[in-house]
């Protein structure tokens, strides 16, 4: 395997959690040395009261809430240089961020235009786009889409994998609408199939955790050894572009 560097990495995700499921790949690149951040377009007050306790398990070096408004997002001028400032201060070599094939049919508001505004930011953040920000522009970093429709690659969260749990039971509001997504989408005997005694467990966050706990090890192993993967979890992603190598890898 080809030796590890470490990278400034930059989550921009519309929605809170995307931090935690990208949480595996930002807390492997601070154990090999290298500063993780995420930024968030999207938090309600809850989450952005419960992410802080995520990004401390995974190491995070910042945090950011951009506070746009949710159905209201578009890429504007404003909004495209609040986050080529952003981008501009982090400096990443690596950005993650949400995969444009899967929100072209993904029902959750705001993903359309908010695609369109990230990857514009990434691309005018090279450019002389608002350069009385007193900024160096920023070449265009490696991009790599979360949870892809299409992945290309997987990354190996199996030792990192206990932090990413506890990063997932930092966000209480989550696993309580979780639980009640879940309940109405599930009859109740499919519930108990996914966590036996599942109705024995408190209403709200505790069954949402319960939840997750069962949901999220059966994604990342289907992404890991139960794909004939190398790795007992894993985290899949989409690499923007070719991968460029001095040689074929093993």
Known sequence: MPETMPETM????????????????LAANVADGGTSHAAVLLARPAMQDDLPGAADQLGLSSLEFLDLE????EPS???KRQLVSLLRRIRPTIVITQDPEHVTSDLDPDRRPAMTLLLESLALASRDFAADDGLEPLAIPTIYYL???????????????AAKQAAMDALSSQLAFSAAHFER????????????????????????????RAIDH??????????HGSYA????????????LPRLLA
Do not use: K
């Open 10 to 25: 930059l989550i921009l995700a519309v929605y809170g959690m995307e931090v935690v499921e990208a949480g595996g790949a």
């Open 70 to 73: 949710s159905g209201a997002v």
């Open 77 to 79: 001028q404003a909004a």
């Open 147 to 161: 949870t892809p429709v299409h992945a290309n690659c997987v990354v190996d969260v199996t030792p990192h994998w």
């Open 185 to 212: 989408q599930l009859p109740p005997d499919h519930l108990e199939v996914l966590v036996p005694g599942y109705h024995e467990l408190a209403p709200g966050d505790e069954r949402g955790r319960a939840l997750h």
């Open 218 to 227: 059966a994604t990342h192993v289907a992404a890991g050894v139960g794909h």
């Open 233 to 244: 979890v894993a985290e899949r992603y989409r690499r923007e572009g070719e991968f460029h």
